[in-house]
Each structure stands twice: as C-alpha cells, then as structure tokens.
C-alpha cells in the first residue's frame, strides 16, 4: 500500500480557488485520484490522472469538470487539485487515493489507500 497525505483545504468563497496536495510515499505506482464527500451524501469521484512516462491521462466528474485540474509531479510523488471557480456545493471532506490499475475509473473500489482527508468549505 501507499501512504497518502493530503493538504490544503481550508475555507473560501464562491467563485475563489483553492489548490489541494497529497504527498505519496513511497512512491506512485498506478492511478491517484481525488474523491470527497459531504454531509449526508454518498462518496463521489472528483478526478483521476494516470501517468507514467510518456503515457498521461485525466477523468473528471460532470458536476466539476472545467473547474477543476488534478496534475502529478513523479518527482515529488505528489498529486494536485488545482479548484477554481468553487461552489458551495463543492463543501465536502477530500480525499487522496492510490489504485494498483493504471488508467483507473472513478470509482473508489478501484482504490486501496486513502488519505485522512482535508475539509473543504466553499461559502456563498
């Protein structure tokens, strides 16, 4: 397994960004991807990126597709979530996970570890 951690939420307005990391150790070896959930709602796949060498690629949800920008630096074995233009609807604990599979979906059994999560809250 991998060891995840993630950073960066915090508290910001409608409209504002926020770039969330997540350092991985050892090291990447498949997929990573962002996943959050808010209060009362069932877990949601945010993004996912795979990348290895020459080979890149990116899924995002509907809901924050254009808005959101998830990015990997191999170098620092971290992956980013770079939001902008958040919505309050976007308010949910994110969290950082590793899959084994390359090219993974966005569907958390994919993924076998997990950050702690960080909080975001986007108000109106």
């Known amino acids: 397994q991998v060891h995840l951690v993630e950073s960066g939420g915090g508290s910001v307005q409608a409209g504002g960004s926020l770039r969330l990391s997540c350092a991985a150790s050892?090291?990447?070896?498949?997929?990573m991807g962002w996943f959050r959930r808010a209060p009362g709602k069932e877990r949601e796949g945010v993004a996912r990126?795979?990348?290895?060498?020459?080979?890149?690629?990116?899924l995002y949800a509907d809901s924050v597709k254009g808005r959101f920008t998830i990015s990997q630096d191999n170098a620092k074995n971290t992956v980013y979530l770079q939001m902008n233009s958040v919505k309050p609807e976007d308010t949910a604990m994110y969290y950082c996970?590793?899959?084994?599979?390359?090219?993974?979906?966005?569907?958390?059994?994919?993924?076998?570890?997990w950050g702690q999560g960080t909080q975001v809250t986007v108000s109106s």
């Open positions: 996970a590793h899959s084994p599979t390359p090219w993974a979906g966005l569907d958390g059994a994919q993924f076998d570890s």
């Open positions: 990126i795979y990348k290895r060498g020459s080979a890149a690629g990116s």
């Open positions: 050892p090291y990447i070896r498949g997929s």
